[in-house]
């Protein structure tokens, strides 16, 4: 049994409504309960209907979120973004929650729900809010990283994932994988993917041995010690006697090169025969950059050899020379062995666009300071000027800005070196700028390279959103 005392207050009151009672739609002036996640927020009416069009302004007791014991409206929502919004009616400034743990994504989630444009934040929190916004931007390009993706699965779910990589998925869950379908998959994981099995990474040992024995030997063909000299001979007449005139005209590389480089070439070609026979797909293999290098490297010594066999003294040297440089391309095949150029490679890539403006700067910087010592070593006498036209003022530019100083050229004048200390130090302060946002870049691929697998797999799969966690800890932003 209830009791009610006469001295009950206002509130209770209005919690006693009749519920056969027709609800009316508040005034202007009536103070509205907000219950979002358990925190009651208490406004007037007249403050929701400030920003027309929302979730907010549109609130009637008819609507099913309505409580009439209670007389309040129930959202299942963040309560710690819900103050801010309600702020936002109060004030008409929209701001970033910095009092709990809110990430972007779910910020404008819940701002999305309310009815609420993201683009009214405040410029003081403008950079808090659009943060999770360049780091997803880096993510993207980081989950592309093939690095032992599906170490951690179990061979079933490994053998599931590579028969949808290769297309084969409705055959693998039917029943009807034949012999080809098995081993495909197998045999291109061996040489595609070094850390998917102890095989693959010998395999994968094998190619790097001899990617290493095949540029040393590019390299120490060149060394004067190994080179053979070329002796040509020729009759001459002296004195009415004729003798056997020997003359050195050039050096060409030991022969024990050109046998290592053909045993090297004979890997690489049965390697890139068979990735491209087992490969998922023979039109993304072509677009792979590292099997172009790898392809065109392998036909340049195929070219070279022919060049030399068929014209012998005839070949342009030139030309077996440039193709003989193409080969040097192949280092690039070791970030597909290595975690770490991997990371490197990807981490360049995510900062395309601090990049793209460090040379967009420094290519500014250095024609404006070209043309601006060129002029200075031309007010004073000067007879030692270096700076015979802009065109080599730009050399000396480039030098300057990227803080190398080579000292072949050197300004003499007063306004010269003025020129010059500015440059040096505009140089500095260009280059330092994109460094923090490459650095960013690298601390975060790298610190998580070991959970990248997992990352991957939460990306393909869906299985959790961005706004993780452990996400936030990777950009290191502190957690409140």
Partial sequence: ???????ASRRQS????????????????????????????????????????????????????FDPLLNEYYFDRHPGVFAQILNYYRTGKLHYPTDVYVCGPLFEEELEYWGLDANQVEPCCWMTYTQHR?????????????????????????????MKKFGWE????????NFWM????????????????????????????????????????????????????????????????VQRTSTEPHKIFSQIEFICNIWFTCEIIVRFIFCPSKIKFFKYPLNIIDLVATLSFYTDAVLVRLLDEDAPKDVVEFLSMIRILRLFKLTQHHRGLQILI??????????????????????????????????????????????VGLWWAIITMTTVGYGDMTPHTYMGRLVG???????????ALPVPVIVSNFAMSDSKSGDMPKFLKILLHGGMPLQCRWLKQMIQIPIK
């Fill in 1 to 7: 049994m209830l009791f009610f005392t006469p001295c």
């Fill in 14 to 65: 209005e919690m006693l409504v009749d519920p056969l009672k027709p609800s009316t739609a508040p005034s202007m002036d009536e103070r509205v309960v907000l219950n979002v996640g358990g925190i009651r927020h208490e406004t007037y009416q007249a403050t929701l209907k400030k920003i027309p069009a929302t979730r907010l302004s549109r609130l009637t007791p008819a609507l099913a979120n």
């Fill in 134 to 162: 360049d780091t997803q931007e880096t993510l993207a390009v980081l989950d592309k990283l093939d690095m032992d993706i599906y170490k951690d699965e179990d061979p079933q779910t490994r053998e599931q994932l590579m």
């Fill in 170 to 177: 409705e055959e693998y869950w039917a029943g009807s994988v």
């Fill in 182 to 245: 098995k081993w495909k998959p197998r045999i291109w994981a061996l040489f595609d993917e070094p850390y998917s099995s102890f095989c693959a990474k010998f395999i994968a040992t094998i190619s790097v041995c001899f990617i290493v024995v095949s540029i040393l030997s590019f390299c120490l063909k060149t060394h004067p010690s190994f080179r053979i000299a070329v002796i040509s001979m020729s009759n001459v007449t002296v004195h009415n006697k004729d003798y056997i005139g």
């Fill in 346 to 391: 990807h981490t360049f890539r995510a900062s395309a666009k601090e990049l793209i403006l460090l040379v967009f700067f420094l290519v500014l910087g250095i024609v404006i300071f070209a043309a601006l010592v060129f002029y200075a070593e031309k007010m004073e006498h000067n007879p030692e000027n270096q700076f015979k036209s802009i065109p």
């Fill in 421 to 431: 200390s500015l440059c040096a130090i505009m140089g500095v302060l260009t280059i």
